[in-house]
C-alpha cells in the first residue's frame, strides 16, 4: 500500500505547524489566536459575573462557549448566520462539543457564581477548526482565570489541567494526524479526540463518512491522537508560560 | 468494588426487552414503533421522488432524517420546539447522527433520484432515544426499499447491510450496557456506539460526563457495545422476517 | 337523490369505531390514546404548578392546549413544524379551539394556581383530528384531575362536566356524521361541533366550502352532531370507569 | 328578566351606523374605510397577475387575505406583529376567516390566473373588526373586479354575490346585534355569521365564552344574525352605487 | 440648465400642501393624521408608566418609536411585514430616526419614569413618509404631553422645542423642496433633514444615489431645508393652537 | 474655552494611526485587516458569478456589504446575532450604508452579472467601526477587481475612483476628526462623511446626541472629515501600490 502524500511533506503522525498568540486583542479577559498550519481561529474568554438560570443560586459558576466561522474563512463564501438568521445544526453541535471539553477541566464550585464564554471565530479555515478552537480556547481560558487570581477574585484555580483536541482520520488507507482540508474532504473515516493533559479521554467522535471501520483502524486512529495531543499540550504550556 | 444494581435485575451487559412493531401507522412506505425498554419510538420512512439541490441531475437518492419528541414524553414536560419557532442543538446534533447512521448503509446511486426520510418520534422516553431511533429506522427503511423492489421503482436493493445503534456507559465505575434514563442521569462516561451488521463501527461519540475516562475503559465499553449491536442486528432480522 | 356511500358501509348518522385508551404513556398525569376510525390522537395532560402571567396572584388556574402533527401522520409527507420554524395558523387554530373547550368545563378558581397543559398530537390522521383530540383530550384532562385530588392536592373536583366534539358535513347533499378524510375533502359544508354533557354547545365552526349552505341543512347538522356527542360523552364515561 | 343598557340607547337588535368610504386610499385597485361604529377598518384589493404556487397552471385565480390592527387601535398598546416577528393565532384566524368567506363568492375560474389580496388593517377597534373586515373588503374586492371588467381583462365577473358579516352575543342573558367592544368582554356567547346575499351561511362561529348556550339561544341568536347582514348588504349595494 | 417640471406647478422651494388632523383616532394620548401632498402618515403618541430595563431606577423617561407601511400605501403591494416575520433594514433605520430626533427635544428627566411611544404608520405613501412622521410625531407627542399636564401627571413640560424634518434632493441639477415620490426615484441627491423650532441640526442624512455631490449642492440644500423645517414648524404651532 | 484633552496627544484634527494589511486571510479575492487606532476591521471582498433578482438579466453587477462584530470586540461581551436569531438595526443600518458607500465608485454596468460582497467583520472597537470598514472595503474591492482585471474576466475596471470615510465629532465644544471610543461616547455630535477621492460627498450622516447643532459647527466638522478623507485616500492608494 502506498501511503498517501501530505503537503509539504508532513509526515503521517505529524502536526502542522501550531501557533498560539495570546493578547490578539485587547478587550477580552483571554484572547488567544490559534493557528493549525491555514487554519486561524480567534479564541476569546470573556468574565461575567452572573450565570443562566440553571445555576443560580446553586455557589458554581458555568462554562460554555459559542463558535463562529466569518462568511470568507472558507475557499466559497458561507451564508453569514446573523443575517440568515439561525445558527445551522453544524455550528451547534460544535459550540456544544467545545463547551463540554472545556467544562471537563473545570472545577465550577470553585469558579463561584460567574460565567466564563469561549467565543470561537474562524478567521481563515483549512480543516479541524473544532480541534483548533478547543485548544485555544483552553489557553484563553486559563488566560481569565489567571486574571480573576491575580485580582484577588478567586483564591484557588478552578482549573483541574488542560485539555486540547485534534483531528484524526483514513485517507486512501493511511491514517493521518491533524487533517487538513483536502484530507478531510477525501477520508473515509474522521475522528476528533479531545483528551486532558493527563492522557484521558473528555470526547471521541468518530464518523465514517464512506466504509464502516474497523477496530484495528480505530486503534491506530487513537494512537495517533494520542501523540498528537501530548505535543499541544507541550504548546499551550509553552504558550502559557510567555509573559 | 460493588456493581450497581440495575431495575429488574438487568445484567450488566443486558440489554433491555426490545421490541419492534412494523407497520405501526398506515400513511408511511415503513413504520415502526420500536422500544428499548420505557423508551418508545416511532419510526416512519417516507419515500419522495425528489432530492435536495445538492443532489439534484446527480443520478443519486438521498437518505435524511428527523427527529423529535412529544413535549410530554419525558418526566416533566419538555417545551414543544414548534411553538418555541426552533429545534434545539440536541434535536439537531440528534438527527443529524441518524441521518448520517442509515446512509452508511445506503448506496445512494442504486437508490435513484429518490429520498427517502426518516422521522424518528420519541411517543415516551427513558434513556437511548437516539439509539433506539437508529435500529428503528433501518427497519422502517428496510420496508420502504421493498416496497419499491416490490413495485419495481427498484432493480436492486440500495441497502448494503443493517445498521443498528446502542448507547454505554460507565456508572459508579461499573461499564453498563444500554442505558435507562437513571443511569444516563447517573454515568461518569456515556457513549453511543453506531455499527453494522458487519461489526464495523459508523460512529462512535463517546462522552466524559463527570471525570475523563481511560483507555482501558474505553475498550471495556466497546466490546460491551458490540455485543449489544449483535443481539439488535438478529433482532432487526427477525422482525423483518415476519410478513 | 341517492345517498351518499360511506367506508364499510357506515351510516350517515353512525360514528366510526371510537376507542379510547387510558395510561397509553407513563409520565403525563393523563395520557389516553384516542382513536376515531383511522385517527389516532395522543392526548396527555400535564400539570405544573405555575400559571402563566395574566393568572398570576389570580387563584385561578389555567386550562390550555397544544396541537401537532407527526410529519407522516398524513397520506403524503409534511414538513415538520419545528423544522421550519413556526406552527401554521391551522395548528394555531386548532389548538386554541382545544383549549377554549376544555376551559368551557374547568372551574379555574377550584383548580388554584396550577396550569393543566393537554398535548395532542396526532400519529395517524384521516379525518376529525380535531374533535378527537377534544374528545380525547377531556378523558385525559379528567385523569390528571382525579390524580390531584387522590393525591389531596385538591379537595373538590374544578371539572364540571364532560365535554366532546364532533365533525359533521354534507357530502353529495347527503349530512354526515364523523366524516373521514375522503369525506372531508369531497364536503360542500364542513362544521365542528363541541358540546357539554348536558347538551350545551361551547363550539359551533361551521365553513362552506362549496356553495353556502341554508338554515335547513345547519338544523339537520346540528341534530346529527347532537346524536354524535351524547355516544362520545357514553364512551368517554365508560372508559374512566376502567380502573 | 331586565334588558342589557346598550350605549347611546341602541336597540338589541340594532346595528351600529355604518358608513363605507370608497376610495379611501389611491394607490390599491380597491380602497374601502368601513366603519361599524368606532370600528374603523381599511381594507384595500390589490390585483396581481400571479398566483401561488398551488394555482400555477390552472386557469384558475386566488382571492386571500390578510389582517392587521396598528398598535394603538386599541385601549391599551399592543405588540407591533412586525416587531415581535410573528403574527399571533389571532391574527391568522382571522386572515383565515376573511380569505374563505370571500372566496365563497368567487368563481376562482372566471378570476383567471391572477391574485386578489384584501389588505383589511384596523386603525381603531371598538369591536367586530373582523366582520368589519369581512364586510369592507366586499366593497373593495368588486371595485377591484369593476377595473379589471371596465380595463377589459376580465369579460365577465367572477363575483356570485355580495358577502357580509356581524357579530351576535348574549349579554346579560340579552341576545345582542353587533357587539361593541364593552359588550364583547361582558358577553357569554359571542358568535361571528358570514352570510351571502342570498342569506344563506358561508361561516358560523359560535363561541361560549362563560357557560354553554343552548340550542334556543343558537337560534335567537341566527335569527338577529340574518336580519343585521341583510341590511349590511343594502349597505354595500348603496355604497357601491355611488360613482 | 432648464429647470426639473413639478407637478402642480410646485415651485422647486415649495412644501407640498401639509395638513395635520389632531385626534384622528380616539384611543391614543395623542393621535396626528399627518399628510404632505399623498403621503399620509398616522401617529399615535402612547404613555406606559414603565421604562425599558436601560432606564428602569433611572428616575428617566424615554420616547421610542416604531415605523411601518400598510401594504398596499404604495403603487405596487409590499409584503407585510408581520407575515414575513421581519422588519426590513429600511424600517428599522427610519424607526430609529423618528426615536432619535423626538428625543432630541425631550429632557428625559423631566418626563419622569414612563414611555412615550410614537408608532408612525404610512396609510399612503408618496415620498417622504420619514419626514412627515418625525413632523407629526411631535403633534402627537405633545398632545401626550398636554394629557399628562392637564392630568397633573407632570408639574412641568418636558418638551424643549419642537421638532420638525424635511427632505430635499437635486432632480435634473435642480435643488428641490419635499420631494414627492416621482422626484425621489429620480433624484441624485437625497437629504433628510431634522431641525429644531430654534434653526438648529437634529439629524442630516444627505445620500449621492448617483454621483456624488459638492459642498456647494449641500449648501444649497441645506438651505431649502432651513426654509422649509421653519414654515413646518408653523403649520405644527397653529395645529396645536386649534383646541 | 479649553480643549478637549485627547489620548496619546493626538491634535483634535488628527487621524489614529491608520494600517491596511492586504492578504490578511488567503480565500477571499481581496482581504484586508484595516486599524484605526484600537479599532480593527477585517474586510473581504467575495466575487461570485451570479446577481441578485433585481438584477437578473440586467448585464449588470451589484456589490453589497455585510457587517459583524465579533461577540467580544467590545469593553463588554455582546450578544452574537446568529445566537439571538436576528442582526440588531444598528447592524443592517451600518451594513447598508456600506454597500451604498461602495456602489457610489463602481459603474455596475462595467461589472458585469457578477456580484461583490463585502463582509466587514470588527475583531476590536474603539470607535469609527463603520468608518474603518468602508476604507478597508475599498482596497478589498479593488484587490478583488484587480484580480479580475489580472484573470481577463473584466476588460476594463468598474471602479471610477476611491473612497474613504471618517467620524467627526464635538466633544466639549472642541471639534475632532476621527472619534476613539471614549470621545464617541462623549460627543454632542457625531458625523460620519464619506467621500470620493476626488473630494464629493458620498453620505453624510449627521446625529445630534446631546444639543442640537449649529450651522457654523457643521461647517467646522465637514472642514474636518474633508482633511482626514485626503489622508485616508491616500493611505489607500499607498497601501495598494505594494506587491
Redesign the interface.
Known amino acids: 500500500m502506498t501511503t498517501f502524500q501530505r503537503s509539504g511533506r508532513r509526515a503521517p503522525d505529524q502536526l502542522r505547524p501550531v501557533r498560539i498568540t495570546r493578547g490578539f486583542?485587547?478587550?477580552?479577559e483571554g484572547?488567544v489566536l490559534i493557528e493549525f498550519g491555514?487554519t486561524?481561529v480567534?479564541c476569546?474568554a470573556?468574565v461575567?459575573e452572573r450565570v443562566p438560570p440553571h445555576k443560580r443560586g446553586s455557589g458554581e459558576g458555568w462554562v460554555t462557549a459559542?463558535y463562529?466561522m466569518?462568511?470568507?474563512?472558507?475557499?466559497?463564501?458561507g451564508d453569514?448566520?446573523?443575517?440568515r438568521?439561525?445558527?445551522s445544526?453544524?455550528?451547534?453541535?460544535i459550540?456544544?462539543l467545545i463547551g463540554?471539553s472545556l467544562r471537563?477541566v473545570f472545577d465550577l464550585k470553585k469558579l463561584g457564581e460567574r460565567t466564563i464564554?469561549l467565543?470561537c471565530?474562524v478567521?481563515?479555515?483549512d480543516g479541524g477548526t473544532r480541534t483548533a478552537a478547543i485548544t485555544g480556547a483552553f489557553v484563553a481560558a486559563q488566560d481569565a482565570v489567571n486574571k480573576l487570581l491575580a485580582g484577588g477574585k478567586l483564591a484557588e484555580s478552578p482549573v483541574t489541567g488542560p485539555v486540547a483536541a485534534i483531528s484524526v482520520g483514513i485517507v486512501d488507507g493511511t491514517p493521518l494526524l491533524d487533517l487538513e482540508y483536502v484530507e478531510d474532504v477525501a477520508c473515509d473515516t474522521d475522528?476528533n479526540v479531545v483528551?486532558?493533559g493527563?492522557g484521558?479521554?473528555?470526547?471521541?467522535?468518530?464518523?465514517?463518512e464512506g466504509?464502516?471501520?474497523?477496530?484495528a483502524e480505530?486503534d491506530e486512529l487513537?494512537r495517533l491522537a494520542e501523540k498528537g495531543i501530548a505535543e499541544l499540550v507541550a504548546l499551550q504550556a509553552a504558550a502559557l508560560k510567555a509573559p
Open positions: 486583542t485587547i478587550h477580552a484572547s491555514g486561524r480567534l476569546t470573556s461575567e459559542e463562529g466569518l462568511p470568507r474563512a472558507t475557499h466559497t463564501r453569514r448566520e446573523a443575517a438568521g439561525k445558527q445544526g453544524r455550528t451547534q453541535e459550540q456544544r463540554r471537563a464564554t467565543d471565530d478567521l481563515q479555515a475522528m483528551m486532558t493527563a484521558h479521554y473528555v470526547e471521541v467522535q468518530g464518523t465514517a466504509a464502516a471501520f474497523t477496530r480505530m487513537l
